[in-house]
């Protein structure tokens, strides 16, 4: 992958992750090599075959086995986007909470200076919540940029032009 642009494309389980397909084409269309990692939550939205078939590559949700090669991380991209993000995963990623292995990845992408767009999903209720506006701007701090959407609407193509702005 040296000398590629490698997009990895965290996935968490809300509405839009059922057509993060979408975002895979997008994101071939325009050059990236891409790279799937999807929280647990988010299985049940995927096809994970379909997306590895597309991509070439697996789609991860845990750590590899000891012993085993290790896959692509962010280490090896060079951007990630989160699409779409829960209010708990927001939370916990600018709580520096790594407990699963979608959170370890985009916390090492942040800490390793790459550049990280995170797309929250979340209803008026809970983006309205104290916690999670912290948790916005101390992302945006760290300098990730998050794309919170005032009138509800979710755009595979908005998150990936923040990552080449």
Same mark, same amino acid.
């Given at each position: 992958?040296?000398?590629?642009?490698?997009?990895?494309?965290?996935?968490?389980?809300?509405?839009?992750? *059922?057509?993060?397909?979408?975002?895979?084409?997008?994101?071939?269309?325009?050059?990236?090599?891409?790279?799937?990692?999807?929280?647990?939550?988010?299985? $049940?939205?995927?096809?994970?075959?379909?997306?590895?078939?597309? &991509?070439?590559?697996?789609?991860?949700?845990?750590?590899?086995? $000891?012993?085993? $090669?290790?896959?692509?991380?962010?280490?090896?991209?060079?951007?990630?986007?989160?699409? $779409?993000?829960?209010f708990n995963f927001v939370n916990?990623?600018?709580?520096?909470?790594?407990?699963?292995?979608?959170?370890?990845?985009? @916390?090492? @992408?942040?800490?390793l200076g790459k550049p990280v767009?995170?797309?929250?999903?979340?209803?008026?209720?809970?983006?309205?919540?104290?916690?999670?506006?912290?948790?916005?701007?101390?992302?945006?701090?760290?300098?990730? &940029?998050?794309?919170?959407?005032?009138?509800?609407?979710?755009?595979? *193509?908005?998150?990936?032009?923040?990552l080449t702005r």
């Amino acid at each position: 992958m040296t000398g590629e642009r490698v997009l990895c494309v965290v996935v968490c389980g809300a509405g839009p992750a *059922a057509d993060a397909d979408t975002l895979v084409e997008l994101a071939l269309a325009d050059g990236w090599q891409v790279l799937v990692v999807a929280t647990r939550s988010a299985l $049940p939205f995927l096809d994970t075959e379909a997306l590895a078939a597309r &991509t070439g590559r697996p789609v991860r949700s845990a750590y590899g086995v $000891p012993g085993q $090669p290790r896959q692509a991380s962010a280490a090896t991209a060079t951007a990630v986007l989160v699409a $779409p993000a829960t209010f708990n995963f927001v939370n916990k990623l600018a709580a520096g909470i790594a407990d699963d292995y979608a959170l370890g990845v985009v @916390a090492e @992408a942040i800490g390793l200076g790459k550049p990280v767009a995170v797309m929250p999903v979340v209803g008026a209720a809970l983006g309205s919540r104290a916690p999670f506006r912290r948790a916005v701007e101390s992302l945006r701090a760290e300098g990730v &940029t998050v794309l919170v959407a005032t009138d509800g609407s979710f755009s595979w *193509a908005e998150g990936l032009a923040a990552l080449t702005r």
